[in-house]
């Protein structure tokens, strides 16, 4: 495992799209040609399965330095209700746009930290969402909670409009990484907001755990998931931490190079954290997730329903999902578009009655084939070509190139079938490169993306 850990250890997406951010044609997109793509996608999904939204909430009080997220660190609580009032304001923008009342099957609140914001003010959003929105059938909402700040009230306030499922970002319980991350969180308080859940009624929470982290070892990573094991979250997102400082600025400079553990030590972090998991009953869904037989997603992989977009894996499906906010991106299916990053533009531009995107990508037909492709190797470990609809130009070369991680045991080909064996689950996103012609026909000059191990 280490030599193959050595000879695909590269830079590459995690694939919560396709094409990838860095490779949209923006050249070819317009406001105008997103709006019809939402019309378009809103006619097809509303009536079958209902639409999905995305929230961001951007604010936070500290800094973790761990962070890839688009943020905003400030104490002062005034900002909330001006944002609110722009997150309204974008939503009437789209409301405009669709042809009758939607029904929205998935909500995530995501951030920053949404319980920056006070469980009044929550509650207030998510009921003006709903006053010209109806909740459709077998309705998921999921926000994600600070350990240290979200309260009682936060989740009592939530689960009152909706909220059944709530994600906590654990990370490591060892105190030298926590402060190298600048996020010092004592056990007790994540056991006392996992048990508040579980106590008001929320029948899924959900715990982020992260390997490779500066000064990580595996003795840390199994400490940390021994003491999870007290709480048994019904789901763990078990994942690699993203060292991209080039992208994110001094928000990833708390710690050098070197404090990082190597690609060998980080593998060894994830195979015995998986083993571990497996063993207290956890099962592997996807990449880095992990549920218990009772979670939605577990029954979600094994029928075949998995999903993965811009808010990780889902447990269903829907063509569109609206992203309201700054920094948010939407996805209408047949396209992407991402929203202005800067909170005071973002608030500008809706204040002006125009929809905060500022770049964003129409899928061609080759696109959507590909995605289709991505999509069931991120979610099945397979893909397949049976149907004609399936083929690409472009596919017998992506054969050709992997042709050497079926050499290495890693996946198995057939004329008209490609299934991913266990040995090469880690490298999936390597496997997915393979079809990626957008990488393959621009390689990046500077580094876009995290190691793939």
């Known amino acids: 495992m280490c030599s193959l850990v050595q000879k695909y250890n590269v830079p590459g997406p995690r694939y919560t799209s396709y094409p990838t951010v860095p490779y949209w044609n923006v050249k070819e997109f317009s406001g105008k040609k997103w709006s019809a793509s939402v019309q378009r996608s809103f006619r097809v999904s509303n009536s079958k399965e209902g639409i999905s939204l995305y929230i961001h909430l951007p604010f936070c009080e500290n800094m973790c330095t761990f ?113 190298a991350i600048n996020r010092v969180q004592p056990f007790e308080n994540v056991a006392n907001v996992t048990n508040w859940a579980i106590e008001i009624g929320y029948t899924s929470v959900v715990h982020d755990i992260i390997f490779g982290l500066p000064h990580q070892t595996m003795a840390h990573v199994a400490k940390t998931i021994l003491k999870t094991k007290s709480l048994m979250p019904d789901r763990l997102a078990f994942y690699s931490y993203a060292h991209v400082p080039w992208l994110k600025g001094n928000g990833q400079r708390g710690y050098k190079d070197s404090d990082l553990p190597s690609p060998e030590e980080k593998r060894k972090q994830y195979e015995d954290g998986k083993n571990l998991l497996g063993y207290l009953g956890y099962e592997e869904v996807g990449m880095d997730h992990f549920a218990l037989k009772t979670d939605s997603l577990y029954a979600s992989s094994v029928e075949g329903r998995l999903h993965r977009n811009f808010m990780g894996y889902t447990a269903s499906k829907t063509k569109l999902m609206i992203g309201l906010g700054a920094s948010s991106i939407s996805d209408s299916w047949y396209g992407f578009a991402q929203n202005v990053k800067s909170v005071e533009e973002y608030q500008h531009l809706v204040a002006n009655n125009v929809i905060p995107i500022f770049k964003g990508h129409l899928l061609t037909k080759e696109d959507q084939v590909i995605r289709k492709h991505i999509l069931n190797l991120m979610c099945n470990f397979e893909t397949s070509w049976f149907n004609e609809e399936m083929f690409f130009a472009d596919l017998p070369f992506v054969l050709d190139e992997l042709n050497e991680l079926e050499r290495d045991g890693l996946i198995e080909i057939t004329p008209r079938q490609l299934r991913v064996n266990e040995a090469g689950q880690p490298f999936i996103r390597n496997i997915c490169m393979a079809f990626d012609r957008k990488l393959h026909e621009r390689k990046p000059e500077t580094r876009l993306f995290s190691m793939t191990i």
């Open 67 to 179: 962070c890839g997220c688009h943020k905003r660190i400030t104490k002062r609580h005034d900002v909330e209700l001006p944002y609110i009032k722009s997150l309204l304001k974008e939503w009437s923008l789209y409301l405009d746009l669709l042809e009758e009342k939607p029904k929205v099957k998935e909500l995530h609140l995501g951030g920053g930290t949404p319980t920056f914001f006070s469980p009044e003010n929550l509650k207030l959003l998510i009921n003006e969402i709903f006053k010209k929105a109806d909740r459709a059938e077998n309705y998921e909402f999921s926000f994600e909670g600070h350990p240290n700040n979200t309260t009682k009230e936060h989740l009592q306030a939530l689960y009152d409009v909706g909220f059944k499922r709530v994600s906590y970002g654990v990370q490591d319980y060892n105190e030298t990484v926590q402060k």
